[in-house]
């Protein structure tokens, strides 16, 4: 049964590719899902692992097109904004391409010094 | 507008992303804000989320969900070759609270714009922060660049403490956007201190 939703699913985004390559509803692109046990924050940092080109070819173009845009990092928020879907779309495609093992995480540093780390901000932000 | 060919970045370059939440009401100047300080075209992201609204489901069977879809504006800008400070700016109203939870976890603190002729609008966002005990600093974005009323007429109106640091801001100015952020880390960095050695 879930297969054939696939399908389905596979056969709406070729229609709508084929005439304006907007028209997809982004839920398509996740199956429905928009709630995933992965917790990813809208800064985190995703990078392409050098894994990335071996599933490449297998993807579909909305999951193939977050792999292209993550080669440099970029935070989760700006994937969704660049592609111009809701950021729960972009973290479900996110959080399958991390069980892939294509794209890898770069969380905040949370055990790191806080305080250090504003000192370091705090300059950052002097020097604007 | 951006492109995504356009961010050629240094490869392999992992940083260290901040982020500061940049609240206040409609209209008062936060995209302003942003766009001020942000190295990219700010760029606009949405979020739903969808309630389930069993009262207002008398009329229709059909429409048994509410989807609210909250549109946000952010920025970055590279503070060291290491740390990355993302900007958010957010709605204020209530209603999008949903959103200030996802924006507020993990943020350095918040800079709550707040606009003299309609200062009422930036309560919600105060109070928010307040409850959370988050960092959060007040900037006044002068309408007009008119500095008309002082910042202890305004902290009176606001009720807020003394310890809460409140400064003019006008959003189209960088320098003025600095000093905010600045107010900001440095409020962040003198709790955690206090934290550390308490």
Known sequence: MIEEAEVGVDEIDADADAETGRLIRPYAMTGGRTTIDTDIGLETQIQASSRASQHLGAYRWETAKVVELVQTPMALIEVAARMEIPIGVARVLVADLVLDGAVVLHEPAKTQNFASLLERVLDGVRNL | ?198
């Open chain 2, 1 to 198: 507008m951006s492109e995504i060919s356009d961010s050629p970045q240094p490869a392999g370059g992992t940083k260290i992303p901040v982020k500061i939440v940049v609240a206040g009401g409609f209209g008062v100047g936060k995209s302003t804000f942003v766009n001020t300080v942000s190295e990219i075209e700010p760029l606009r992201s949405e979020a739903t989320m969808t309630t389930a609204s069993a009262e207002h489901d008398d009329l229709s069977h059909i429409a048994a969900k509410t989807t609210t879809t909250v549109a946000m504006d952010f920025g970055r800008v590279a503070l060291t070759p290491e740390i990355v400070l993302y900007l958010f700016g957010t709605p204020g109203q209530q209603r999008f609270q949903f959103m200030w939870n996802e924006l507020s976890r993990g943020a350095i603190g918040a800079v709550i714009l707040a606009d003299t002729r309609r200062l009422g609008d930036c309560f919600a966002a105060v109070d928010y922060f307040e409850a959370r005990n988050m960092p959060f600093v007040i900037g006044i974005n002068p309408f007009d660049g008119r500095r008309t009323h002082t910042i202890e007429a305004i902290r009176e109106a606001v009720q807020v403490e003394d310890h809460v640091p409140m400064l003019y801001c006008d959003a189209r100015e960088r320098g003025d956007v600095k000093n905010g952020l600045i107010a900001l880390v440095e409020l962040a960095l003198m709790r955690e201190r206090s934290k550390t050695h308490a």
